[in-house]
Nanobody, 125 residues
Framework: VQLQASGGGLVQAGGSLRLSCLVS????????VGWFRQAPGKEREFVAA????????IYADSVKGRFTVSRDNAKNTVYLQMNSLKPEDTAVYHC???????????????????WGQGTQVTVSS
């Protein structure tokens, strides 16, 4: 499985960005995809995830109401729409995928075997 994250960039506080994660090498509908981020000097943290079947979603409290994760099965792509961005959202964002993630494990990085290279998001104040 290969993941390609894109869509990062520099945006002012209050602005929006949409990240994309293209998944190849595995039947897309069978994988759960998670988004994680890591800021300089900080540990990696969970952002959002969308389950393989049914597309149920889960979000970190810090992004609820501002971020939306969705999937387009026809394009093998998961999106992370980020609105009302804040400087504290600045980080490298990674997408991850796995076919065996149970619902309770969706926020856990160790539940995902496959990882993309990351895309930088910088929010200026």
């Amino acid at each position: 499985v290969q993941l390609q994250a894109s869509g990062g960039g520099l945006v002012q506080a209050g602005g929006s960005l949409r990240l994309s994660c293209l998944v190849s090498g595995r039947t897309f509908s069978t994988v759960t995809v998670g988004w994680f981020r890591q800021a300089p000097g900080k540990e990696r943290e969970f952002v959002a995830a969308i389950k393989r079947s049914g597309g149920s979603t889960i979000y970190a409290d810090s992004v609820k109401g501002r971020f939306t994760v969705s999937r387009d099965n026809a394009k093998n792509t998961v999106y992370l729409q980020m609105n009302s961005l804040k400087p504290e959202d600045t980080a490298v964002y990674h997408c991850a995928a796995d076919s065996h993630v149970i619902t309770s494990s969706m926020p856990l990085a160790r539940a995902y075997y496959y990882w993309g290279q990351g895309t930088q998001v910088t929010v200026s104040s």
